[in-house]
């Protein structure tokens, strides 16, 4: 293909638009992407016509201006052109043009090609305005932000020269990695080299040296064309602080209760050998070791054993609980009869219930033995018959009962009480706990016989719960595996 041949296979099959006029501004040649351009159907009908039949006048004196420079000149030039036609709208082109010579290196004229750049101009407007919201955004949050390239921060906030202590023209161009203690350099170029998103914290260094705590996460993003991360910046020294208050609040806190947990060990212990001799010498006056008592005389010591035996089991309770927060307390399991076991306690409680008017059922069917540390269950469900008859009206009900179940067997006390309010429930199997403090005037107790028993359960793989409606009453369970 010869070259001219070449030469118009290109001009005619291009989009863009090319043009010659002469020295008169008439058009001498346009190649078929010009009839788009003016709105022409055939070459022809442009060939021998002037700008001024195609064009707006607006147009018009910046076409001529840069003819007669190029024909003065012969420099080329090249500009952006935008003008409203009734044939394509509101268009922006890009024309570039040149002189056009004769043989003789004479101008004849000039020639233009015209680019039709509408589209790209809408674009970079919206990139512009899309990264002036960006840049409105991250100047209006409280966090700082850097965008960097491999580490060197090529855009930053206020924000974040002010955290940092920089002028935010020296901000820009440091090497990110730079900015934090010697430590951490490595650890920085690594997340940066790894594209890591996972937030992290450093110790930065201000411009005069000093240190703080900062989270860091980033996010890979174009910027201009590249391949950059957008870095937010948190000063979290406040935080770091609390964090440190915290653990130091919770170490002494654990010392408290350490201290706390021995003491009430250490009392519970000594409580015991005296409460030991004031019940055993008051049941010896009971029996009439030291001799007759009167009817007075009788109730007055009748009072000490009962209150000796309440005190024993507050002290039992105490010395439960300090063996269990200091670990030392260990289960003995063996195989137990639970439905012997489940009835015998059941008629101890029989005295209780009826000074109290109260009825107390009692349905247990045919057991298998299972495995279990018997004290500590008859401990479990004494707990609970006990916190029934406590707190069921005279004229009430207490049902014991117990479901055999092919993996565990489980274990209820149900009354017709007073019930609990549901916010209460949560928390009643929790250590010192109290519904109130009126009912524990009334009735008694530690607050740690819930607490005791969801432990010895526990210990044993059950569990246990609670079911209450206020005014309908109560029904407290636990379970025990079968293999515990």
Same mark, same amino acid.
């Given at each position: 293909?010869?070259?001219?041949?070449?030469?118009?296979?290109?001009?005619?099959?291009?989009?863009?638009?090319?043009?010659?006029?002469?020295?008169?501004?008439?058009?001498?040649?346009?190649?078929?992407?010009?009839?788009?351009?003016?709105?022409?159907?055939?070459?022809?009908?442009?060939?021998?016509?002037?700008?001024?039949?195609?064009?707006?006048?607006?147009?018009?004196?910046?076409?001529?201006?840069?003819?007669?420079?190029?024909?003065?000149?012969?420099?080329?030039?090249?500009?952006?052109?935008?003008?409203?036609?009734?044939?394509?709208?509101?268009?922006?082109?890009?024309?570039?043009?040149?002189?056009?010579?004769?043989?003789?290196?004479?101008?004849?004229?000039?020639?233009?090609?015209?680019?039709?750049?509408?589209?790209?101009?809408?674009?970079?407007?919206?990139?512009?305005?899309?990264?002036?919201?960006?840049?409105?955004?991250?100047?209006?949050?409280?966090?700082?932000?850097?965008?960097?390239?491999?580490?060197?921060?090529?855009?930053?906030?206020?924000?974040?020269?002010?955290?940092?202590?920089?002028?935010?023209?020296?901000?820009?161009?440091?090497?990110?990695?730079?900015?934090?203690?010697?430590?951490?350099?490595?650890?920085?170029?690594?997340?940066?080299?790894?594209?890591?998103?996972?937030?992290?914290?450093?110790?930065?260094?201000?411009?005069?040296?000093?240190?703080?705590?900062?989270?860091?996460?980033?996010?890979?993003?174009?910027?201009?064309?590249?391949?950059?991360?957008?870095?937010?910046?948190?000063?979290?020294?406040?935080?770091?602080?609390?964090?440190?208050?915290?653990?130091?609040?919770?170490?002494?806190?654990?010392?408290?209760?350490?201290?706390?947990?021995?003491?009430?060990?250490?009392?519970?212990?000594?409580?015991?050998?005296?409460?030991?001799?004031?019940?055993?010498?008051?049941?010896?006056?009971?029996?009439?070791?030291?001799?007759?008592?009167?009817?007075?005389?009788?109730?007055?010591?009748?009072?000490?054993?009962?209150?000796?035996?309440?005190?024993?089991?507050?002290?039992?309770?105490?010395?439960?609980?300090?063996?269990?927060?200091? $670990?030392?307390?260990? %289960? *003995?399991?063996?195989?137990?009869? !639970? @439905?012997?076991?489940? &009835? /015998?306690? +059941?008629?101890?409680?029989?005295?209780?219930?009826?000074? $109290?008017?109260?009825? %107390? *059922?009692?349905?247990?069917?045919? !057991? @298998?033995?299972?495995? &279990? /540390?018997? +004290?500590?269950?008859?401990?479990?469900?004494?707990?609970?018959?006990?916190?029934? %008859?406590?707190?069921?009206?005279?004229?009430?009900?207490?049902?014991? &009962?117990?479901?055999?179940?092919?993996?565990?067997?489980?274990?209820?006390?149900?009354?017709?009480?007073?019930?609990?309010?549901?916010?209460?429930?949560?928390?009643?199997?929790?250590?010192?706990?109290?519904?109130?403090?009126?009912?524990?005037?009334?009735?008694?107790?530690?607050?740690?016989?819930?607490?005791?028993?969801?432990?010895?359960?526990?210990?044993?793989?059950?569990?246990?719960?609670?079911?209450?409606?206020?005014?309908?009453?109560?029904?407290?369970?636990?379970?025990?595996?079968?293999?515990?």
């Amino acid at each position: 293909m010869g070259n001219e041949h070449l030469f118009r296979a290109i001009v005619d099959h291009t989009t863009d638009t090319i043009t010659i006029k002469d020295l008169a501004g008439r058009f001498v040649y346009a190649n078929p992407g010009a009839l788009a351009l003016v709105g022409a159907e055939r070459v022809e009908a442009i060939v021998g016509k002037t700008d001024v039949d195609f064009f707006p006048p607006e147009a018009i004196a910046l076409i001529a201006r840069t003819d007669a420079e190029v024909v003065a000149s012969g420099v080329p030039q090249s500009y952006e052109i935008s003008f409203n036609s009734a044939f394509w709208g509101e268009k922006t082109h890009l024309t570039s043009k040149f002189p056009y010579y004769d043989e003789t290196g004479e101008i004849q004229g000039v020639v233009a090609v015209v680019r039709d750049i509408t589209e790209l101009k809408r674009t970079e407007l919206a990139l512009r305005d899309s990264e002036e919201r960006f840049r409105k955004l991250v100047e209006a949050t409280f966090d700082g932000v850097a965008i960097h390239d491999a580490g060197v921060i090529i855009e930053a906030n206020q924000a974040l020269a002010d955290m940092f202590g920089y002028p935010l023209d020296e901000l820009v161009g440091l090497d990110g990695p730079s900015t934090a203690a010697p430590e951490y350099h490595a650890f920085i170029q690594e997340r940066i080299s790894t594209n890591d998103t996972r937030p992290y914290e450093v110790e930065a260094l201000r411009k005069d040296g000093t240190r703080f705590a900062v989270e860091i996460v980033s996010r890979p993003a174009h910027y201009h064309g590249r391949r950059v991360r957008v870095s937010a910046f948190r000063d979290i020294t406040e935080r770091k602080a609390l964090e440190k208050g915290l653990v130091l609040q919770n170490e002494r806190l654990r010392e408290l209760d350490l201290m706390k947990n021995n003491f009430v060990g250490t009392v519970s212990h000594e409580l015991r050998t005296p409460l030991t001799t004031i019940r055993g010498y008051a049941e010896l006056l009971e029996d009439g070791v030291g001799g007759e008592l009167s009817d007075t005389q009788h109730g007055y010591v009748q009072q000490i054993v009962e209150g000796a035996g309440r005190l024993e089991r507050l002290v039992d309770d105490l010395l439960d609980y300090a063996r269990m927060e200091a $670990g030392a307390f260990r %289960l *003995e399991p063996r195989e137990v009869d !639970l @439905a012997r076991m489940v &009835a /015998d306690v +059941g008629l101890a409680f029989e005295p209780q219930a009826r000074e $109290g008017l109260v009825v %107390l *059922e009692l349905a247990v069917p045919a !057991l @298998a033995p299972l495995e &279990a /540390d018997p +004290g500590r269950v008859e401990q479990v469900l004494g707990n609970l018959i006990g916190n029934a %008859l406590k707190f069921t009206s005279p004229g009430g009900r207490v049902a014991i &009962a117990v479901q055999d179940g092919e993996a565990a067997v489980r274990i209820m006390v149900t009354d017709n009480g007073e019930g609990i309010e549901a916010h209460h429930l949560p928390l009643l199997f929790d250590r010192f706990y109290q519904v109130d403090a009126g009912t524990t005037r009334r009735v008694g107790g530690t607050g740690l016989g819930l607490a005791i028993s969801r432990a010895l359960v526990e210990a044993h793989g059950g569990e246990i719960g609670v079911e209450s409606t206020p005014g309908a009453g109560s029904s407290f369970w636990f379970t025990l595996p079968r293999g515990a």
